[in-house]
């Protein structure tokens, strides 16, 4: 499903499980990813 898919994405099927929504979210958030350069503060 990867290659139909969106990337770094996980695929939930139906009927959704609170627990299934859960560990997804959770590896989601887990997942290293390199942080967006800051940004100027205006002022």
Do not use: C, D, Y
């Not at 990867?2 to 590896?27: C, D, H, N, R, Y």
């Not at 989601?28 to 390199?34: E, F, W």
């Amino acid at each position: 499903w990867g290659a139909e898919g969106v990337p770094e994405s996980v695929m939930i099927t139906k009927p959704f499980a609170l627990p299934q929504i859960i560990t997804a979210l959770s590896m989601l958030l887990n997942q290293r990813h390199p942080s967006p350069p800051n940004e100027p503060s205006a002022g």
